[in-house]
């Protein structure tokens, strides 16, 4: 059993004990123990649920030594948190943090007053549903967008979508603030975009 003591505060132990003989057990056994108190190692990450997932999805962390967690990241990035506060539910031993925005795939690290703990597994961040902004400007001309953190994506077209033939958009790409965008000048029948990787 372990939690996160106070400096000059006194503190209750309980012993509850009881000795088993072929019978069942004695209500009324007695016996002498030994009571020896030694300070909390680091944590650490026996394993995490899901692998994977995108920004905002809940994961589920188990290990050991989880008492008076300060701060979870993922691959670096800060993370939110819950602690379990009821003995039933292991508060010791499980967490669940929430995938922050801008996570990178890598290890999961928890940090406690005690030392800090990283997972061997690397967690997966997954990117979410990427959003395809067309404006029609004058002269004709498309201009199409989307997140610039949606890193090897291809911008691809195809004239009709029964039975399309996707090919790559070959136009510059740019990229300015948190998107990244083409303008493209459209013939009479404008072709279907879509974003794909590879």
């Known amino acids: 059993m372990s939690w996160l003591a106070a400096a000059g505060k006194t503190y209750s132990i309980d012993v509850a004990g009881k000795s088993l003989f072929p ?11 030994t009571l020896s108190w ?22 589920t962390l188990n290990g050991t030594n989880f008492t008076g967690v300060t701060r979870i990241r993922f ?8 602690t379990r506060t009821n ?6 031993l499980r ?12 290890p999961i690290t928890i940090e406690t007053p005690h030392g800090n703990g990283t997972s061997t597994s690397v967690f997966e ?31 691809e077209s195809s004239a009709a979508l029964a039975s399309p033939a996707w090919t790559p958009v ?7 603030g948190s998107r990244n965008s083409v303008r493209i ?14």
């Open 23 to 33: 019978s069942g057990p004695v209500a009324d056994a007695m016996g002498t123990f």
């Open 38 to 59: 030694f300070q909390t190692p680091p944590p650490g990450i026996v394993g995490f649920s899901p692998v994977s997932g995108a920004a905002g999805t809940q994961i």
């Open 75 to 82: 691959n670096g990035t800060e993370a939110a948190f819950s």
């Open 87 to 92: 003995i039933d539910d292991f508060y010791d």
């Open 95 to 106: 967490l669940t943090a929430v995938v922050p925005a801008g996570a990178t795939t890598g």
């Open 125 to 155: 961040v997954l990117e979410g549903p990427l959003t395809l902004l067309a404006v029609l400007e004058v002269d004709r001309t498309l201009a199409l967008s989307w997140p610039a953190t949606a890193s090897g994506y291809v911008l």
């Open 170 to 176: 070959g136009l510059p790409v740019e990229t300015s």
């Open 185 to 198: 000048v459209l013939a009479e029948a404008g072709p279907f975009f879509r974003l794909r990787k590879p």
